[in-house]
């Protein structure tokens, strides 16, 4: 898998992203910024400060006025473009990877970057394109400044919450977010560490979450909310401890939202049926769109939604106008605060047969043609092809699609029984090349499934 991928690029700090290629992709993007003013931070990474200090080199040679902010969340670093009225960005960050990769998220004007944007950087560097300038770095200290923003928009609040910031880009920040409103925070792992000691720098599976859910029940807290490395991502627990699945965290923040006012509510293709059903019956218009959370954007700024949501943790807010995983927990905080148990809550929420994601490794370059050999196999039945290939039914569906952010495919299930769940695996598994049916079988198995 290349390091220039679908939304942002990103690879194995040092041999990926060698100090070589890191200047060639600052001299590409200061190509397209070139004069601009460009934001440029980076999360707690032990390889960030290297490659935040190349990149701003290549963009102060490139003639971009550089506002250098230092150690942040991803959501600081959006706070700051808004702030600052910069023209563009560059967030040095693997988001939830593990800690030896690294990357950078980009922002290049007013819209998302496209696939289109990073391929367009990949050629740049490939040719090794620049544009000589006279260009300047300012430090810039935006924390404090995004606390108040956030505890502007924010309700008053003091329920207890165990804060897991996963040794992240959070850990200093996430706290005084909390305590600032009003909330009891007990912390949890809340010392920056590049290394991730603790934990994945990724809540979205459940087995980063169990000591979250112990600290949650040994205090008596409401809830507990973890983030992923760069504070992008977000994910709960209940005051049961129980790890809880973003479907039904969507579900509750769009009906959080719908209760407010009419409107559109955005929803990746991985999400549980119960999503656009529970979202049509509170009012509101659910459209799908393809996981990546520059996709998600998209979409969310072409409709105008609302609230968008993937079960990655990727949360967006029509008060922000962008992701931000620490102001989703306070969101959801909120809405506790108002309705009561979150575990009544969720429990209230209808489930169908859904499985996880089912993650299968896969290190070739040529994903775009196998999902492209599934679906031909696959042209009797109702496809939707939005994100990978998926076959579609009434009572339920099954995916594939390609990562955008690792070398790997992910699967996922639904049905609204068993007999519909088994035969959708059947026929979805049956059409997958041997290598990835063997591991999606073995998969299937562990979760108790006949294939």
């Not at 200061?30 to 080199?57: A, C, H």
């Not at 939202?257 to 009012?283: F, M």
């Amino acid at each position: 898998m290349g390091i220039f991928q679908a939304c942002d690029i990103r690879g194995i700090a040092d041999t990926e992203l060698t100090d070589d290629i890191v200047y060639k992709i600052a001299l590409a993007i200061g190509t397209k910024l070139t004069g601009k003013k460009v934001v440029v931070g980076g999360d707690v990474r032990l390889s960030t400060p290297r490659l935040q200090q190349t990149l701003i080199e290549g963009l102060v040679y490139s003639g971009c006025q550089v506002m250098d902010i230092g150690t942040v969340a991803t959501p600081v670093f959006y706070y700051a473009l808004k702030s600052v009225g910069a023209d563009g960005g560059v967030m040095v960050t693997a988001s939830h990877n593990p800690a030896p990769y690294n990357g950078f998220k980009l922002v290049l004007g007013p819209q998302p970057v496209s696939e289109e944007d990073v391929a367009e950087i990949g050629r740049l560097v490939a040719c090794g394109a620049s544009i000589p300038g006279q260009g300047s770095v300012q430090k810039l200290e935006v924390v404090e400044d995004y606390i108040s923003y956030i505890k502007d928009k924010a309700k008053p609040e003091s329920l207890r919450v165990v804060v897991d910031a996963g040794n992240g880009a959070t850990s200093l920040i996430a706290p005084k977010v909390f305590r600032a409103i009003g909330y009891d925070v007990v912390e949890l792992y809340c010392q920056p560490d590049g290394a991730f000691p603790n934990r994945s720098p990724n809540p979205a599976l459940a087995e980063n979450l169990e000591r979250l859910g112990d600290k949650v029940r040994s205090t008596g807290a409401s809830l507990g909310v973890a983030f992923d490395g760069d504070g992008d991502r977000v994910a709960f627990v209940d005051e049961n401890g129980r790890a809880l699945d973003n479907d039904d965290i969507m579900v509750l923040l769009a009906k959080y939202y719908l209760k407010k006012q009419p409107g559109t509510i955005i929803y990746d293709a991985k999400c549980s049926l119960v999503v656009p059903e529970e979202v049509a019956a509170a009012g509101g218009r659910a459209i799908m769109a393809r996981a990546g959370h520059t996709f998600s954007k998209a979409a969310f700024m072409r409709e105008n939604a609302l609230f968008a949501g993937e079960i990655s943790g990727h949360f967006f807010f029509s008060e922000l106008g962008n992701d931000d995983g620490m102001f989703g927990g306070i969101k959801l905080c909120e809405f506790v605060a108002e309705a009561g148990s979150l575990a009544r809550l969720v429990d209230a929420i209808p489930s169908y047969l859904l499985t996880p994601d089912i993650r299968i490794p896969y290190h070739g370059g040529d994903k775009p043609e196998v999902l492209e050999t599934i679906a031909q196999k696959l042209d009797a039945y109702q496809l939707n092809r939005i994100d990978g290939v998926r076959i579609e039914f009434a009572d339920g569906w099954g995916m594939i699609r390609a990562s955008v952010t690792e070398p790997l495919f992910t699967l996922r299930f639904e049905a609204k029984s068993a007999e519909r769940m088994q035969q959708i695996m059947d026929i979805l598994v049956s059409v997958l090349p041997e290598a990835i049916s063997a591991a999606v079988q073995e998969k299937l198995r562990k979760l108790g499934y006949k294939i």
